[in-house]
């Protein structure tokens, strides 16, 4: 259990702005709403319904929900990679036997058809919950840290009992993130083997 990791998706594990981009887009045709699909990615993290409310009243949000959740498997999924330092900071984790939960503030099914896609080896997917949601389902699992890229997933770490560790690969810098109280910051998951390595070598030796 002290080696079980939990790790966001969106701009942590996988990168998925050219997929989201493309739904948007679709989307913006098919409703005939004009949405700007570079600044819309720019801040990926807050839930789906969170974002059209920017664009759309808030009567029209759910149905426009719907429909991109219709569209996505099929033109997000596949253009979705691996975020630099994915596969090896999960392999990472499952060196020192530890298991790997996903939980992210994407719906289940898209979440779990993105980490199938990009051949991620986690034991778990829990979706659809959002910063200090994500704590019962960290603290079910038995997460020792939580990794990801927004402010948020800080507030996720603490309401599950785990050590917070950020990536500044999605919305804000290293310095932002320490500035939010993050326990750890890295650039990326290139730099979480070797922080994890060392982490769970200091805590045997305590």
Same mark, same amino acid.
């Given at each position: 259990?002290?080696?079980?990791?939990?790790?966001?998706?969106?701009?942590?594990?996988?990168?998925?702005?050219?997929?989201?981009?493309?739904?948007?887009?679709?989307?913006?045709?098919?409703?005939?709403?004009?949405?700007?699909?570079?600044?819309?990615?720019?801040?990926? %993290?807050?839930?789906?319904?969170?974002?059209?409310?920017?664009?759309?009243?808030?009567?029209?949000? /759910?149905?426009?929900?719907?429909?991109?959740?219709?569209?996505?498997?099929?033109?997000?999924?596949?253009?979705?990679?691996?975020?630099?330092?994915?596969?090896? /900071?999960?392999? !990472?984790?499952?060196?020192? #036997?530890?298991?790997?939960?996903?939980?992210?503030?994407?719906?289940?099914?898209?979440?779990?058809?993105?980490?199938? !896609?990009?051949?991620?080896?986690?034991?778990?997917?829990?979706?659809?919950?959002?910063?200090?949601?994500?704590?019962? /389902?960290?603290?079910?699992?038995?997460? /020792?840290?939580?990794?990801?890229?927004?402010?948020?997933?800080?507030?996720?770490?603490?309401?599950?009992?785990?050590?917070?560790?950020?990536?500044?690969? %999605?919305?804000?810098?290293?310095?932002?993130?320490?500035?939010?109280?993050? #326990?750890?910051?890295?650039? #990326?998951?290139?730099?979480?083997?070797?922080?994890?390595?060392?982490?769970?070598?200091?805590?045997?030796?305590?």
């Amino acid at each position: 259990m002290a080696n079980n990791v939990g790790f966001d998706l969106d701009m942590t594990l996988a990168d998925t702005r050219l997929g989201i981009a493309a739904v948007y887009e679709e989307l913006s045709l098919r409703l005939g709403v004009a949405m700007d699909s570079a600044k819309i990615v720019s801040r990926l %993290g807050p839930p789906l319904e969170v974002e059209l409310a920017n664009w759309l009243p808030a009567e029209e949000v /759910a149905a426009a929900a719907d429909l991109y959740r219709e569209i996505y498997p099929e033109m997000g999924v596949p253009v979705h990679t691996a975020m630099a330092g994915a596969h090896d /900071a999960i392999e !990472a984790v499952r060196a020192r #036997d530890g298991r790997v939960i996903v939980v992210t503030g994407k719906n289940a099914r898209d979440a779990a058809g993105t980490v199938e !896609a990009l051949g991620l080896a986690v034991d778990e997917v829990v979706g659809s919950v959002f910063g200090s949601a994500k704590g019962s /389902a960290l603290a079910r699992f038995g997460a /020792a840290a939580y990794v990801g890229d927004h402010v948020a997933d800080i507030e996720a770490a603490r309401a599950g009992g785990a050590v917070s560790v950020t990536v500044a690969t %999605g919305p804000y810098t290293v310095r932002e993130l320490r500035d939010h109280g993050a #326990d750890v910051a890295l650039g #990326d998951l290139t730099e979480f083997a070797d922080w994890f390595a060392g982490w769970r070598k200091h805590d045997e030796l305590r």
